[in-house]
C-alpha cells in the first residue's frame, strides 16, 4: 500500500520561511512526477510545484516560482518544498501528491487533479500578516 505523508507545516509570519517534506512508502510506488497542491479555505485545491523523478525538470505555480524550491531525494522517496517571502495568501493545507501515468508531460497536464493519482493528508500552513 504506498501512503504520503507530509510534514513540516505550522505557523508563520509573513516574510518568513517554511519548509514541507513528503515520504513515500510503499515498494510499488514508482512516481514519474512528486509535487505539492494546496487548498485555501473556499477555494479549489490548486497545483504549487512538482518535480520529475528521472530527470532535472521542475515545475511551478507563477506566483512561487521566485519564493519556492521543490527539491527530491530518490533513494529516500521523498520530497521537500522550501517556502520563502511566504505571504497571507499562501495560507492553505499542502497536499503532497505522486503521479505514476506519464513520463512526458507539460505543466498543464501536471496541474489536473485528475493526472496525480496518489495523495497525502494534507499539512496546514498559516502565514499571519
Known amino acids: 500500500q504506498v501512503r504520503l505523508i507530509e510534514s513540516g507545516g505550522g505557523l508563520v509570519q509573513a516574510g518568513g520561511s517554511l519548509t514541507l517534506s513528503c515520504a513515500a512508502s510503499?515498494?510499488?510506488?514508482?512516481?514519474?512526477?512528486m509535487g505539492w497542491f494546496r487548498q485555501a479555505p473556499g477555494k479549489e485545491r490548486e497545483f504549487v510545484a512538482a518535480?520529475?523523478?528521472?530527470?532535472?525538470?521542475?515545475y511551478y505555480l507563477d506566483s512561487v516560482k521566485d519564493r519556492f524550491t521543490i527539491s527530491r531525494d530518490n533513494a529516500k522517496k521523498t520530497i521537500s518544498l522550501q517556502m520563502n517571502s511566504l505571504r497571507p495568501e499562501d495560507t492553505a493545507v499542502y497536499y503532497c501528491?505522486?503521479?505514476?501515468?506519464?513520463?512526458?508531460?507539460?505543466?498543464?497536464?501536471?496541474?489536473?487533479?485528475?493526472?496525480?493519482?496518489?495523495w497525502g493528508q494534507g499539512t496546514q500552513v498559516t502565514v499571519s500578516s
Open positions: 510503499g515498494r510499488t510506488f514508482n512516481p514519474y512526477h
Open positions: 518535480i520529475a523523478w528521472y530527470t532535472e525538470n521542475s
Open positions: 501528491a505522486g503521479a505514476t501515468k506519464r513520463y512526458y508531460v507539460n505543466t498543464s497536464y501536471l496541474r489536473t487533479e485528475a493526472n496525480w493519482n496518489y
